[in-house]
């Protein structure tokens, strides 16, 4: 089945972003028939492209777009205008004498090149043709065979058109007897010159381009090759558009699988060099952006601990209080000029941990995650992993007596009872093998939950060994934590490990079999895998562990409308709004479902309310874009592109890492691009919005409409255009 009909903004697929942050994939209804040419013709099926063609002969030397008179032979019309004088005719036969001879030298050649190509000796063909260019070269004056043949005579530039062609097609056929140790032909440069050339002179030239991208593909130059075809799909717009305009049925050059070929042979490695290279420039970053506030918060609500978490912040120091607490440690160490001690070093952890949970009560993300990283960061350093900074660390039996508050009365003692032969060295040597963790862990009661928070901070960066390392170690503190399982899931499946990930699930779930986060994220990869059945019934098994669970209804709703049970969603969503009417998910879910009956008046209603209850969710500026572009303009014109741009900017405005919402409106204003300059914004837009992404799923579709929008550009500029929108 097609599951679902949205998109889902769960930002590097933050597989615990189990919110889904979704997004309608409807298709715009935009007016113009650019964009990716994903074209929709009412025809019979197109016929593939045939693999070779013959020398063009005598009378079929153009394409049926060209408008130049053909020649009725093979030879160029160079013969003068007569001379009025009689007294002249002795010098004007002898001249006619050689134009003849010279037409016959010509025509003789290329007589023989088609008789060599019928014989399937394809060089001596090639040979043949290039011996009548020659010819004709050597007899046009240099100021007349400019690059693009401008001032060429008209029955001499056709033939010259005509006999270069012929000759790419035999290299285009030799190409099966010599090839070099790619396994490429060595007449491929030379039938693509000529294909070049042929183009030059006759930019509609259909033959020669359908050559080009036949031997392209041969040689696995993919990119070249999709510029090839849109090419030859603009001059087809171009030439038909009036046609299309009325729907008239029109067969294209090029089927539509022709683009779709292409791209699955381009894509895989215009996103692994993207991905090499995004991540040479992140290095040069300390840290990496964080997702927006509105996402974070949305991926901790996912989360059943989430509400005992809240309580617990709110009866925490306030920020203030904790900035002073810091600012006294500092004074402390600078008054005494020495290097801080383990306790100066673990109570300025405490105190940023719990600014840190203060400030992510009040979602101030971009602020709190940085403590956390900070306060594990020293704690990390007091364990001798060399992260602190320090040069040298106290040994574990320094740290052990400066925190044993007893050690001098055990000294007391000791000195008092020798007769009990209390032996300190012994002591001393036991307090070494003691591992400096376990006195940090015994000393730092919250360091387990700092260890998940600064898991949460990698994984939100995602840095998914950091964070899957974090996680570990909680998960080794406390075994039974079901929910720390749930977040290791969550990692594995940013990395693509989804078997690692269900193995994860199902031992949180064999510990508790009442954990509902287990469920609910497990629900979010079977959506990723299209696997509908499984994730409704871990989804309905959710809300009978968690009835007051608003999120899996939501997600549950998802699954119905994929479904195409709109009923059901509905009813589904009635629920969620009397449960939480305030909830900008609820009315941008909604959204959704009044988008799939073909309500768009409520859809955009529904999409404005989630707005204004949460400026900072993304998804519903998007999702109104497209209910903008779906609906017609006010008297039935085209609709309101304008302000579906504004949405969609307001998107990226408020989530810089919403990439979806780059997509569309990279197509919008490709539409509305009154020329190529215009349209090369938009490739600079999409890089812009590949610089956000972390993924190789997130990187997918823009680098998409990245390399359709370059290859279009490119073809405007074969072609000669002014622009490449054709509304």
């Known amino acids: 089945m097609k599951f679902p009909s949205f998109i889902r903004n769960d930002h590097g697929k933050l597989s615990v972003f189990g919110f889904d942050l979704k997004l309608l994939i409807s298709i715009i209804l935009a007016t113009t028939t650019t964009g990716i040419f994903l074209f929709s013709y009412t025809r019979s099926d197109v016929k593939k492209l045939k693999g070779k063609d013959p020398p063009d002969d005598d009378t079929d030397a153009t394409d049926k777009g ?6 009725t032979n093979s030879t160029p019309d160079t013969t003068p205008p007569p001379v009025p004088k009689s007294a002249e005719s002795s010098a004007s036969t ?8 010279f037409h016959k030298q010509i025509e003789d050649a290329d007589k023989r090149g088609k008789a060599f190509f019928k014989a399937k000796e394809y060089l001596k063909a090639a040979a043949c043709f290039t011996e009548a260019l020659d010819l004709i ?11 693009a043949g401008a001032t060429l005579n008209p029955s001499v530039k056709r033939q010259v058109i005509t006999l270069t062609n012929n000759r790419g097609a035999m290299y285009e056929k030799a190409e099966g007897g010599v090839s070099n140790t790619d396994g490429v032909s060595v007449y491929a440069d030379l039938a693509l010159v000529d294909c070049d050339r042929v183009l030059e002179l006759d930019v509609g030239h259909s033959k020669a381009r359908l050559r080009k991208l036949r031997i392209l593909e041969s040689c696995s130059r993919w990119n070249e090759a999709l510029v090839v075809v849109c090419a030859l799909q603009l001059r087809f717009m171009q030439d038909n558009r009036d046609k299309l305009r009325m729907g008239i049925p029109v067969q294209p050059p090029v089927p539509q699988s022709k683009i779709e070929d292409l791209m699955a042979h381009i894509l895989p490695n215009e996103i692994e060099q993207t ?7 992140n290095k040069q970053e300390t840290l990496r952006k964080l997702p927006n506030p509105y ?3 949305q991926l901790l609500k996912s989360f059943s601990g989430y509400n005992t978490w809240m309580s617990s912040a709110a009866r925490g120091k306030s920020e203030s209080a904790c900035t002073k607490e810091l600012a006294v440690l500092d004074l402390e160490s600078n008054v005494y000029d020495e290097k801080q001690t383990p306790e100066q070093i673990v109570a300025r952890s405490k105190v940023l941990y719990e600014r ?3 400030r992510a009560y009040e979602k101030r993300f971009e602020l709190a995650i940085p403590d956390f990283e900070e306060s594990y960061k020293l704690v990390k350093g007091l364990m001798n992993t060399g992260d602190s900074g320090s040069a040298s660390q106290p040994d574990a039996s320094t740290i052990a007596l400066d925190l ?3 050690y001098p009365k055990l000294l007391e003692w000791a000195g008092m009872g020798k007769h009990l032969r209390y032996d300190l060295d012994g002591a001393s040597d036991f307090m070494k093998n003691v591992p400096v963790s376990t006195i940090a862990l015994d000393l730092y009661d919250e360091y387990p939950k700092l260890l998940e928070w600064a898991g949460m901070g990698k994984h939100l960066r995602y840095d998914l060994d950091g964070a899957s390392d974090c996680y570990e170690k909680c998960s080794d503190l406390d075994p039974t934590n079901a929910e720390i399982m749930v977040k290791r899931a969550g990692v594995k499946m940013d990395g693509g490990n989804y078997d690692d990930a269900i193995q994860l699930f199902e031992s949180a779930l064999t510990l508790d079999p009442s954990t509902a986060d287990a469920l609910l994220h497990r629900s979010n990869l079977y959506m990723l895998q299209s696997n509908g059945d ?4 871990d989804l309905e098994s959710c809300i009978k562990l968690r009835p007051d669970f608003l999120l899996p209804r939501l997600r549950l709703a998802t699954v119905l409308m994929g479904n195409n049970d709109l009923d059901g969603a509905k009813t589904i969503l009635a629920h969620c709004e009397r449960m939480d009417p305030q909830s900008s998910e609820v009315h941008s879910y909604l959204g959704e479902m009044y988008f799939a009956e073909g309500n768009l008046t409520d859809a955009k209603e529904s999409f404005d309310t989630a707005i204004k209850l949460e400026p900072g969710n993304p998804t519903p500026y998007v999702n109104a874009a497209l209910a903008v572009m779906n609906t017609p303009g006010v008297t039935g014109g085209p609709p309101d592109v304008a302000s579906a741009m504004e949405l969609l900017e307001s998107a990226i405005k408020v989530d810089p890492m919403f990439h979806a919402a780059y997509v569309h409106l990279g197509q919008l204003k490709l539409s509305m691009a009154v020329n190529l300059s215009m349209a090369s914004e938009v490739i600079a837009l999409y890089d812009k919005g590949i610089k956000e992404c972390r993924s190789p799923e997130e990187l997918k579709d823009i680098c998409s409409m990245r390399v359709l929008t370059v290859a279009q550009v490119e073809a405007g500029n074969a072609l000669g255009m002014e622009t490449i929108n054709m509304a």
């Open 66 to 71: 060209d408008k130049t008179p053909k020649t």
């Open 94 to 101: 002898e001249k006619s004498d050689k134009v003849k001879a």
């Open 137 to 147: 070269e050597e007899s046009t004056p240099q100021s007349t065979t400019s690059s």
């Open 275 to 281: 991905m090499k290279r995004l991540a040479e420039e």
């Open 295 to 297: 996402t974070i918060s």
């Open 356 to 358: 840190g949970c203060r």
């Open 404 to 406: 044993y508050d007893e």
């Open 534 to 537: 499984a994730a409704k019934t």
